[in-house]
């Protein structure tokens, strides 16, 4: 499947399911079809010769609006339905903006789902309330596609704002014939100089549902400045630690065949914060996550705010790369480890 673009006209949606419930999936299909939604089905997207595991998992999931799981006696037995609802693929998901939307066929599935899962609304839908519940299924789907398409604009919108105010602030050091200002070769170096220090970071690993153990690193937190503000990162949170954690293969290592439950890394974002290299940015309630740094009450309704990299970061990325002062790598040392 191409990638839909953002301004598309129809929500694409996943149709997880098992091959022994293709008959109400076809249906569902067809439904969905009637109601400008663009149902994606493994048995019809994948091109002859196309390794079908590339197609769901790169091609196919991440590029829909939201992803529609039937869970059935049969289903929760299918390997590939398994992948699909595995945790890791749905923070995935998650990240992404991609809708998760479980329905079950009968109510005594929902007590053999993961508590996760256990935890998110799960419809009952099946031949007997088809009709009945149709109309609610085709509203949350376009629903996602609201939200997620919202979200691409903002995105898109953030990366031009910074590129347009870096090109300006080029433009005039360049018109002055200096590349930095007096006001920022002393403010960088002040900065650079305050972070010439080694931090300790705790990482979560779960190794399942009941057992989880904690790893202590000492990390030369000038070391992560390279890594950080990257053209697809915009957002300082903890998944973009993370994101920059894993490039060493001591932490790879550490988490290895486990999940990446959570990091703790506090005085970094405290530094970028205060050096003003990263700043908050409201986020209207319906298009921001239940994990937003901040969150505030006013006017009647939910206020949030993400941590978004400013273009002074970019500014002082491009200082150290002038004087080349950039580490070469990620400096990072096992301290201990504790259950």
């Not at 005594?108 to 789902?113: D, H, M, S, V, W």
């Not at 779960?206 to 937190?221: A, L, P």
């Not at 273009?311 to 259950?339: C, H, I, Q």
Request: aromatic share 10%; charged share 30%; proline share 5%.
């Amino acid at each position: 499947m191409n990638s839909p673009s953002p301004f598309k006209r129809k929500p694409w949606v996943f149709l997880s399911h098992s091959s022994s419930d293709k008959e109400f999936i076809e249906r569902a299909a067809m439904a969905l079809k009637r109601f400008e939604i663009e149902p994606w089905l493994d048995s019809e997207e994948i091109r002859h010769g196309q390794p079908w595991l590339d197609a769901i998992f790169e091609n196919g999931i991440p590029n829909c609006d939201c992803t529609l799981v039937y869970l059935t006696e049969s289903s929760l037995q299918s390997a590939m339905v398994k992948k699909e609802i595995d945790a890791s693929v749905l923070q995935k998901l998650k990240d992404k903006g991609v809708g998760f939307l479980p329905y079950v066929s009968t109510e005594q599935i929902r007590e053999q789902l993961r508590s996760d899962i256990q935890a998110i609304q799960a419809p009952l839908w099946n031949l007997a309330n088809f009709d009945v519940l149709l109309p609610r299924v085709v509203a949350e789907i376009w629903r996602s596609f609201s939200e997620r398409t919202s979200l691409i604009v903002v995105k898109d919108e953030r990366t031009a704002h910074l590129e347009a105010e870096l090109e300006l602030v080029n433009l005039k050091a360049a018109l002055s014939g200096d590349i930095f200002t007096e006001a920022e070769e002393k403010d960088f170096r002040y900065i650079w100089e305050k972070l010439n220090r080694r931090d300790e970071i705790i990482i979560a690993v779960r190794k399942n549902e009941d057992t989880s153990e904690r790893h202590t690193f000492s990390v030369g937190v000038r070391s992560f400045i390279p890594l950080l503000a990257t053209p697809g990162q915009l957002e300082f949170s903890d998944d973009s630690l993370s994101d920059v954690l894993l490039r060493s293969e001591i932490i790879r290592q550490c988490v290895k065949k486990h999940f990446f439950s959570s990091v703790e890394f506090p005085m970094l974002g405290n530094d970028l914060i205060t050096f003003g290299l990263v700043a908050s940015e409201w986020r209207p309630a319906e298009r921001a996550s239940n994990e937003s740094p901040m969150l505030r009450r006013g006017f009647g309704r939910s206020a949030h705010y993400d941590l978004v990299y400013t273009p002074k970061m970019f500014r002082f990325k491009y200082w150290l790369t002038y004087r080349g002062l950039l580490p070469p790598e990620l400096d990072v040392m096992a301290v201990e480890n504790s259950a």
